[in-house]
């Protein structure tokens, strides 16, 4: 129900009357009283309409729908632990031009009217969670089209810097102690999942020596899974154009492999040369023999590897539930694709463990 404004009343009260007589201290005070209900029902009303986070503080399911977070207090606790403040996260816009000036360091701050810090992060998560364009964005949090691309950008590269630094590959004492009970009774020494994953982006305002299917470009990352469940490598994203073994020689994950680890991968991924090289062990279904047929022993193997392969598939499918990647990333983000990717992947180790 709408509101009536207090005045409303008074005129009704006093309709007719042109010779208004002096409203008594009593009458003023319940005016002012009025008043104050009035304020308080219209700010009840805007802020039911509002989609800022507060809005489903009570609500896990609506928090986890949206985010990727299990409840506010998850999602709060993350952002206290980036300690993000508006001088630390800089519009972008503003960092790529920055120079020492001290003109320049007090205007780079990045502060947004009406949205707090916490919403703020609240939209982008929205926006890579779900991939809602920007129009649908400033409906939702009432800011402008260029705030939320702005929002987006800033954010994305502040948590690109602030994940990035975070040490996620796990020694092999910790994958050990972290793998699930059916790796350690079939592939004990298994210390990473590999994965190449392929996302589009719209090619209006990219360039490179990439695929062009349909309208896209495609790009490649390698993305590592630990046995737990969890992101323990993520490569930057690459153009079609190189080559799967090209990414994993020069990107650096064989630098982080030890002699006697294994490594888990799709028959698609034949890099058993690179690994044999530095005493670790590929671990790949079983191709068939000459005559199509596979032995007792193979068939268990291929077996083995397939179930672990289901619930691997699963640890990777999170990144992918970011839906800014289900079709095409939007030309507009094109320059911040790499970092896109990474701190989403990087996302889903806060989600709940899958084990």
Known sequence: MKAT???????????HDYLKKPLTGREQLQATQMELDFLEEISKELKSEQFFLQRFQGEPEMIMFYSGFKDYNTLKAFNLALQPTAETIGRWSHVLNLNNTEENAMNAGFDVQHLCLLDQLFLFLCSVRWGFVPVDMSERFHVSQAIVRATC???????????GTLPIWPSRQAVDELM?????TTFPKTRVVLDLTRIHIQTAACTGNSSDYRGTTTLKSLVGISPSGAVSFVSNVFTASLSDKGIIKEYGIMNLLEPGDEVMASKSLDIKDLLDAIGVNLVIPTFLRPKGQLDVDDVTHTQDVVHL??????????TKEYHIFDDAVPSGLCGSVNQLWTVCALLTNFQVPLL
């Open 5 to 15: 404004h207090p005045y409303d009343v008074l005129e009704v009260l006093h309709d």
């Open 153 to 163: 950008i800033t954010w994305c590269q502040y948590l690109f810097f602030m994940l």
């Open 180 to 184: 699930p009970l059916f790796f350690r």
């Open 309 to 318: 392969r289901i619930h691997m598939e699963r640890a990777i499918r999170r």
